[in-house]
Each structure stands twice: as C-alpha cells, then as structure tokens.
C-alpha cells in the first residue's frame, strides 16, 4: 500500500511499537531473551583487548607520564591484573577535581597507581589517607610518587585498613573527608563502606570499585564469598536512602555514592 506520512502513525501503532521496545528493554535487561546484549554492545566488546576498549584509550585517555611508567612497571607484575584500569583512575581524579577535594581515602593501594593519581590533582595541603597490608606493592610505587612531587600528599598506613578507619574516627575525623575508593579484599568491603561513610563529607563520594567482579554477582556461587560480599552490597545500595548511587560498566564495574 502507499507509504503513511511518519508523523500520522495511528495511535494504536504507535503504542505498540513502544511497548514492543518496553518489551524488548526488558527482556534485555533481564538477560533471558538477548543474552548476548549488555548496554545495547555485544559481551565481550569492552573485555581488556577489545578494540572498542582501545578505541576509549586511544580518544580520552590523557595519562600523566609518571602514572604511564607506574602503570608499565605494574603490568609487568605478576600480580598486576590487581591494579585500577586506567581510564576508571582517570575518572576518580576528574572527580575528585570536580569536588574540589582536599582529604581523600584510598583502601587497598597495591602499587600506588591510583594514589597517584588523585594525589596529582589534589591541591598541594590535599592528602591522600592510602590504607594497605603489604609495603612490598607499595615500595614499586613510592620513588614514583617522589618523581612526580607529591609524595608529602600521600600518607601510607601499612595496617589493616579496618583499624586506620577506626583510628581517623576516634581522632575526630567524622565528616570531613572528600572522597573515598574502596578497593581491597571483597568480603570487607560492607564495613568499609560503613566507615567510609561516617568519614565523608555530606557531598562527598564513596567509589565502589569491581562491583561486577568480572561477572560473578550474576550468580554468586554458594563458596565464593567476595561475590556474596559484593552482592549483597550492591543491592543493599540500591535501596540505601543515604546516598544517591551510580553503578557504572568502567573497569571491572564501579559504583558511585554520594553521601546526602
């Protein structure tokens, strides 16, 4: 039949057409009827090698020299896989700028990389509280920090990082830190988002970082308990009045909490 004018689509049709989109969104979402539709992306586009991946890289990525030659140091360690992805640090010191942040909290340090990082753009009295258990990561990262000037806004703490929260609350420290990121062992981290709550600002943002931990919260195996931890977190900051959230596909999932 002869073609309808676009704009004098029957009611009905339209209708329908929205609720076959409604239909076909949810579905998506669910993951039952596109499995292989994640964010309207095939799986396994934003995967570490894929060229959709590079192609982020390759057109935001603005990397600080030092933090390039810690990033490389890192990648050759058997454990740097354990490191922050770079355009997810790009977006932790964006963030930090943006709110103009003096005192942050960093749990769980690894090489220093993201320390760095946000030590980078913090004013020069801002300090970056860098809680971990292991000084030899953290001695990859330290001369580094040194080369970049701004090792004095790097205050590392070698405890468990439970206790250097603590120790910053009993010390009157409540409310009057920026930011935090939270990327340590998994089963803590409910108790660390707690704490780090009570030591942020009102405005403040609390970054949750592998909150997707590469997949497995879609169904958290009865023995794995950093995805049963991560799980539960994740739905408990859903429904948490708190804090307004962001869960976003950067890096291994990242979620953002603002403190109301």
Not at 92 to 113: D, R
Not at 117 to 135: F, K, S, T
Not at 203 to 220: H, M, S, Y
Not at 248 to 260: E, I, S
Request: proline share 5%; charged share 25%; aromatic share 6%.
């Amino acid at each position: 039949g002869s073609k309808m004018p676009l704009l004098s689509v029957p009611t009905e049709v339209a209708v329908g057409t929205a609720m076959l989109g409604v239909a076909f969104a949810t579905g998506m979402l669910a993951g039952k009827r596109y499995p292989s539709l994640v964010f309207g992306t095939p799986s396994g586009m934003m995967g570490k090698n894929s060229p959709l991946r590079q192609y982020i890289l390759d057109h935001s990525l603005r990397e600080h020299p030092i933090l390039k030659k810690l990033r490389l140091l890192t990648a050759d360690h058997p454990s740097g896989r354990m490191m922050v992805s770079c355009e997810q640090a790009q977006l932790m010191a964006n963030l930090v700028k943006l709110i103009k942040a003096k005192k942050v909290i960093e749990i769980g340090v690894f090489t220093g990389y993201n320390a760095l990082n946000m030590a980078l753009v913090l004013p020069d009295n801002g300090r970056v509280i860098a809680c971990d258990i292991n000084e030899e990561y953290a001695k990859i990262g330290k001369p580094l920090w040194k080369e970049a000037g701004v090792e004095h806004k790097i205050d590392l703490r070698i405890k468990p990082a439970v206790q250097t929260l603590d120790e910053l609350l009993a010390s009157g420290e409540a409310e009057t830190f920026d930011f935090a990121f939270i990327d340590a062992d998994k089963e803590s981290y409910n108790e660390y988002y707690e704490k780090c709550l009570r030591l942020i600002k009102k405005g403040g943002i609390i970054a949750i970082d592998n909150v997707f931990w590469n997949g497995k919260v879609l169904k958290p195996r009865k023995d794995d308990l950093a995805a049963q931890s991560i799980h539960h977190l994740n739905e408990k900051l859903l429904r948490d009045a708190r804090v307004n959230i962001s869960m976003l596909p950067v890096g291994d999932g990242v979620t953002l909490a603002f403190k109301l």
